[in-house]
């Protein structure tokens, strides 16, 4: 999964598959979205479900319909940098100008 913060959010898409498109998420969504994944909670981020599909994990925009499916190795690595904290860009996105 490649995870890219912007002046307003972030924005994801599978690295092996770019011609799937991008989910991008307010700061606010983004992390419910790595907390839900992390403690495989039920989404209520409000812009992309996590589904388990098998051992593969499909997550959906609720707003636009794009489906990201990462294998499991794709997402276990996804929850591990979340769980080190790879993902909090509160920082980045606060120091970055309007």
Known sequence: MEVAPTTSGVVIRHSKHPESGTITFSLPAWSAFVAEACDGLTS??????????????LV???????????????????????????????????????
Do not use: K
């Open 44 to 57: 209520t981020n409000g812009v992309a479900t996590i589904t388990p599909m098998g051992a593969d994990t």
């Open 60 to 98: 959906r925009s609720v707003q636009t319909g794009v489906e990201l499916r990462f294998d499991q190795a794709e997402w276990s690595a996804f929850v591990a940098g979340a769980l080190d904290g790879e993902f909090n860009f509160a920082g980045h996105l606060a120091a970055t100008p309007s």
